[in-house]
């Protein structure tokens, strides 16, 4: 059952990087090709989630300690920060884009600490530093593949498709 348990994890770890940063690097491009943004703006917009992300993270961390639920809470924010991905391209505004990115940042802050808390109860404290650092790994294998697989689609669906 816990080989079981870890293997998900590792799943868990590779499929959610994406997820865990948010709105992600390629956002500006988008903005400035698709929607003919400047730069200003975009840094402005994105700037608000960025730092709303960075002061909720103590707190956030401690909302993860409280909540028994931990799965439905990473599911939750797992949703949240897809939804405030489709949410940009529906209304690329620039009030809709800095509250999808307010909204996305304080999702994306919980994944890294709640996926954290799950290992911790599957591998125990003895085994969770090796557990944390195959995470770690294994969300860096997970980000490096979907930019890849975003250079290799770039070219033939679009930005507008990213």
């Known amino acids: 059952m816990q080989q079981r348990a870890e293997r998900a994890l590792d799943a868990l770890s590779f499929f959610v990087s994406d997820a865990r940063y948010g709105l992600g690097a390629y956002l500006g491009v988008y903005l400035m090709t698709e929607h003919a943004w400047d730069a200003a703006s975009i840094g402005l917009a994105l700037s608000i989630g960025a730092l709303t992300g960075l002061v909720s993270q103590a707190p956030l961390g401690a909302l993860v300690d409280a909540v028994r639920a931990k799965r439905a809470l990473l599911a939750g924010a797992v949703v949240m920060v897809t939804a405030t991905c489709l949410v940009i391209p529906l209304a690329p505004h620039f009030w809709s884009v800095a509250a999808a990115g307010l909204i996305g940042a304080l999702a994306a802050v919980?994944?890294?600490?709640?996926?954290?808390?799950?290992?911790?109860?599957?591998?125990?404290?003895?085994?969770?530093?090796?557990?944390?650092?195959?995470?770690?790994?294994?969300?860096?294998l997970g980000d490096g593949s979907i930019s890849l697989v975003i250079l290799l689609a770039a070219p033939l669906l679009g930005n507008s498709v990213l």
């Open 110 to 140: 919980t994944i890294g600490p709640t996926l954290a808390a799950i290992a911790l109860g599957v591998v125990g404290p003895t085994r969770f530093a090796r557990r944390a650092g195959r995470n770690e790994a294994l969300f860096h």
